[in-house]
């Protein structure tokens, strides 16, 4: 499932009682604008009593990253239910792209927690600098000078050598 982030703004029906009703907004991750609406709903019946009936969307758009060329370290911090209760959890992932962990968290909750989508409430998403991990294995990527050995290297030999059978076999091993 690919997910996108959405604002999706909305308020009460205005009536005469109340002409100018305040204005919610909300950042959402869905994979249309059709669950992000549906989602906007699901959260507003929660926190003020009003529901799809009593209010109206005003908007709704998909924020897109400027910058999705560097790995960046997101925090997450989500509510979610399982079989014994709700607990609050902060998770942290490495990704190019704020989506990109947010569906991360998404497959890691499923598999450790066997948490559902509709279980989960995303309560702050966020980019932690390096100097404010928590995590051990976020903290040890952040390195500028991170090394990764090059295991395993085949020769690159040119056509005239290639032969399909040798006599011996290819060092892969280089100091």
Known sequence: MTLKQFHVVGRRSPTEADPQPTVFRMRLFAPN???AKSRFWYFMRQMSKMKK????IL???EIVEKNS???KNYGITIKYSSRSGTHNM????RGL???GAVEQMYQDMAGRHRARFSS?????ARIVPS??????QNIQFADSKIKFPLARRIPVVEKRFKTTFKANRPSTYRQ
Not at 53 to 56: I, K, S, V
Not at 90 to 93: F, G, I, L, M, T
């Open 131 to 136: 100097s404010a991990l928590k995590r051990a």
């Open 120 to 124: 989960i409430q995303i309560v702050d």
């Open 97 to 99: 792209t704020l989506c």
């Open 69 to 71: 060329s560097i790995v």
């Open 33 to 35: 604008k059709v669950v």
């Open 90 to 93: 902060y998770r942290e992932y």
């Open 53 to 56: 009936a009593t209010g109206e």
């Open 59 to 61: 908007d709704v758009n």
